[in-house]
């Protein structure tokens, strides 16, 4: 106890003193002298100029002292930037040094640091400068920096970004997140233990992966020699590497991991060892797994590729150079050498001594790329040569490669498909690829190139389909052509291994039959998209499309393609009960947005409207227009009008002339149709359409629109019509002689029959000569007050007439017989029931309004067999 008492003063009086160093230190270090000596003191650990806002000391539990928004000065050989400046410096002093007075630095760290990586001109990093150096003979370049020995041990980063600029361009690519250490293991030797995540501007990355570093440096001026580094590079996002080089997304994903490892300055680089000084030695081992489309599911066979590198760069002359590189996949693999000079005009050179590539491997990289290839297509072939890429971007200068054969399966076709040898290369500035057979159907086995001429063509005459395949390609002059030629006992066939491979060229329809193609399409500079020229001919088919009843039977059918232009040898089809024949052309497409116009002449012999509803009715169902567009999408039928089109027709734009020898609906005949419109965007307009009938001519426009609701309007002209051929009820028109003229104007709406006399409206006027109507005396019934057998004869007459309520309205109609007047008015329904009313007049007016009569002639009922009466009444007639 009596110790104890003993010994509190003095503990007192150290507390006490303690306290009093620490306050007079923290109001020693806010004087200016002081912070400038403190500054002079970082300056010497980091050799070069530093700034800082204030520091603060800390004795215990040990000394430490703090600078705030500290900036480290850029040596002017690199530019006038900041060289690196943190939020926050924490600094270990050794208490060694301050007994003596003197400032040690122990370990650094660095809170949210940011540093700026420079390389000159001269191909010097700035960083190169700034670790301490090895030895004092070390030889320097630029304006001589802070000589003073540098006595930094142990820095530590958290939360730092790192940036890069050559010269004075600042690059977009950069490293956040850098946590880790710098220490120094001996005398100007650093190990490096760092950790950090690729970063670029613009380019929104969401899982780039971490990159660490590991290794040793040399502080010296020598470019950083000898140096051994380790990068590791894990979790990264393929999407995001493309992104974080390229700047852009190219709808690729998958998984990505490297690891590498670079040395400098090592016995094996000596300049005897055919190294040169600034040389590095590097390998490289990068792996991509899961890759496919953006918009594609992962699947368990998908691609995944590793890149084995090995070699040496010299960061100075930018040259690299890869003595070995493997390329392989899951059943391929490319080995080789590559070489490059990295400048403002890249060379690049890459050779492929070796490669052997399986037909499955790129099977599984087009399935991960292509929507709706069937998972039971399999390929069986192997490809092995060589190929020899230069300049930049690459070129190919040499290529040789050739295949023994092979064979494909698809569920769709009974038999194999046998594919035939491959023989190419790169031969005189072009890639030539000699044609390539590809059969089904036939004995099963390839057939060597030593069998008779007529041997192949009784083995081609055993197959069900072949084709053969040829490309050319010169990469000087940029142009090329691939060549088709072959033939089909069954398109459907085709049509059915399009669809396995995922691009199905039938929406909506099926064709059936034997055809035969040559076609060959041509590519070069001076052309804005490829040409194609050739033919498609079929001697025979059916062809089924959505909304139809029944199949169209094609014969002498042929599809040709001139310049990009298409044309369509219609020779005959036979279909909506008529014989068809023809042209369908459209020239090239000016650009893939806006496809060409299609241009149609069509010839018919007879059109039967009832012939029409067997095909795209019958009545009682939806219209034919409700069935096709859902089927096209590939939905159920649906009931209601308002049915969304399909993207097919609604891209059907077209425009042309249709002639029909005969036309018939109903009673209904029209002789020598012709018709001149266009489709476009589901809007038919028929601007000039002409036609015989009832010993008359008729001309008319059509205008029509089918979303979101069906809507015609219909404007017609008729000229010198036979009313005793007009298509009416046999006891009606025997009454009738004498022709007609006159205009109608036509407005419907909706789909189907009822519907579209439902809206039936419209207006119209009519003029008539000579017109004899045999039955009644219409005169002498009105004068003798009871109908009177005979007949009546007007020389002219003219009226006017609407339609609506599913009838014709008689505004009123007069008619001339020398001073006699005849007035006609009242409605005929489409049902052929009538109520008219006709009055006379002999007072020879000829004006506009009606005359008086005391009797009127009444007809009503059906037009066949009609109730006929005179009536007494005091009206007045109807305007004429």
């Known amino acids: 106890m009596n110790r104890l008492r003993g010994w509190w003063r003095p503990a007192l009086a150290v ?22 000596f403190l500054t002079r003191h970082l300056e010497r650990a980091f050799g070069r100029p530093v700034e800082v806002a204030h520091f603060s000391v800390l004795l215990l539990p040990s000394p430490q002292l703090d600078a705030d928004r500290i900036t480290i000065g850029e040596d002017p050989a690199f530019g006038n930037e900041y060289f690196l400046r943190a ?12 007994l003596r007075l003197h400032f040690e630095f122990g370990t650094l760290s660095l809170s949210r640091p940011s540093l700026i990586l420079v390389r000159n001109s001269e191909g010097r990093w700035n960083l190169e400068r700034w670790l301490p150096p090895a030895n004092a003979s070390a030889r320097t370049y630029g304006p001589p920096l802070i000589t003073a020995a540098n006595r930094l041990n142990r820095l530590e980063i958290d939360d730092g970004r790192v940036n890069f600029k050559i010269v004075d361009e600042k690059l ?22 760092l950790a950090a995540e690729p970063w670029r501007s613009g380019a929104a990355l969401q899982s780039a992966g971490i990159v660490s570093v590991r290794g040793d440096v040399a502080g010296t001026s020598a470019r950083l020699q000898p140096a051994e580094i380790q990068v590791h590079w894990e979790r990264g996002s393929l999407a995001d590497l493309l992104r974080l080089f390229r700047g852009h997304d190219y709808g690729v994903r998958g998984t990505f991991a ?19 000084p600034g040389d590095w030695s590097y ?6 797994a899961q890759i496919h489309r953006w918009d594609l599911n992962e699947r368990s066979d998908n691609p995944r590729v590793n890149v084995s590198l090995l070699g040496r760069l010299n960061v ?23 070489r490059a000079v990295l400048s403002r005009d890249p060379v690049w050179e890459v050779r492929v001594d070796s490669a052997g590539v399986q037909a499955a491997d790129a099977l599984a990289w087009f399935r991960a790329f292509q929507p709706g290839v069937d998972d039971a297509v399999s390929i069986q072939q192997y490809f092995t040569g060589g190929v020899t890429l230069s300049g930049w971007p690459l070129q190919v200068r040499d290529a040789a490669f050739s295949s023994e054969g092979g064979e494909a399966h698809l569920p769709q076709l009974a038999s194999t498909v046998r594919i035939g040898a491959v023989e190419g290369g790169h031969y005189r500035g072009a890639l030539t690829i000699d044609p390539v057979r590809i059969s089904y159907g036939g004995s099963g086995r390839a057939e060597p190139a030593s069998l008779p001429v007529g041997s192949k063509r009784r083995a081609a005459a055993d197959s ?14 940029h142009a090329g052509n691939l060549s088709l030629d072959g033939h089909v006992d069954r398109v459907e066939d085709a049509l059915q291994v399009a669809a396995a491979f995922g691009r199905p060229l039938n929406h909506g329809w099926e064709l059936t039959g034997a055809a035969g193609a040559s076609l060959r399409c041509d590519w070069s500079r001076s052309l804005p998209h490829p040409r194609w020229n050739g033919r498609v001919e079929m001697p025979r088919g059916e062809l089924q499309a959505a909304g139809l009843n029944q199949p169209l039977q094609l014969s002498k059918t042929r599809l040709e393609w001139r310049d990009g232009s298409r044309v369509a040898d219609i020779g005959e089809i036979t279909g909506f009960g008529a014989t068809w024949s023809g042209t369908l052309s459209q020239p090239a497409a000016v650009d893939a947005d806006t496809p060409a116009k299609w241009h149609f002449q069509l010839r018919a012999d007879h059109l039967n409207a009832a012939a029409l509803d067997r095909w795209i009715g019958p009545r009682s169902r939806p219209g034919w227009l409700q069935r096709l567009l859902p089927s096209l999408l590939g939905g159920a039928p649906s009931p209601s009008p308002a049915t969304v089109a399909s993207e097919l027709v609604r891209r059907v734009n077209a425009e042309g002339e249709l002639r029909i020898e005969e036309f018939t609906m109903e009673k209904l005949t029209l002789q020598k149709v012709s018709v001149l419109g266009s489709l476009h965007e589901l809007r038919l307009n028929i ?12 001309r008319a426009k059509v205008n029509a629109e089918f979303l979101p609701r069906p809507i015609y309007e219909v404007a017609a002209e008729v000229d010198h019509l036979d009313l005793a051929k007009l298509p009416a009820l046999p006891r009606v028109t025997e009454r009738f002689a004498g022709t007609a003229s006159g205009a109608l104007h036509l407005t419907t709406q909706g789909v189907g029959r009822e519907e579209l006399l439902q809206h039936l409206a419209g207006r119209g006027d009519i003029h008539v000569r000579n017109v004899e109507f045999r039955g009644w005396d219409v005169s002498a019934s009105v004068a003798n007050g009871e109908p009177r057998t005979g007949q009546s004869r007007w020389a002219a007459g003219e009226g006017a007439f609407t339609l609506r309520d599913r009838g014709i309205v008689l505004a009123g109609l007069r008619l001339e017989s020398g001073r006699e007047l005849t007035f006609v008015k009242g409605t005929v329904s489409f049902g052929r029931d009538a109520d008219l009313t006709i009055q006379t007049s002999t007072d020879g007016r000829r004006e506009s309004r009606a005359a008086e009569t005391s009797r009127v002639l009444k007809i009503s009922g059906p037009l066949d067999v009609p109730r006929v009466s005179v009536e007494r009444a005091l009206t007045r007639q109807p305007a004429d």
């Open 15 to 36: 507390v006490v003193l303690v306290g009093v160093a620490q306050l007079g230190i923290s109001v020693l270090v806010r004087t200016r002298s002081v912070h400038g």
């Open 87 to 98: 939020d926050h410096l924490t600094a270990g002093l050794r208490w060694s040094g301050l």
């Open 172 to 193: 977009p690519f950069a490293f956040t997140g850098v946590s880790g250490t710098v220490e120094q293991v001996s005398a100007g030797r650093w190990q490096l233990q």
């Open 258 to 276: 490297l690891d590498a490892t670079a040395k400098s300055g090592t016995p094996d680089l000596t300049p005897s060892a055919q190294g040169r």
């Open 283 to 288: 390998s490289v081992q990068a792996r991509a």
């Open 316 to 338: 100075a002359s930018g040259e690299v150079g890869a003595t070995r590189m493997i390329v392989e996949t899951a059943k391929s693999n490319l080995r080789g050498t590559a």
């Open 464 to 477: 069900r389909g072949t084709l053969s395949v040829g490309l050319v390609h010169d990469f000087e002059k």
């Open 687 to 698: 601007h000039d359409a002409t036609a015989e009938w009832a010993g008359g001519n008729v």
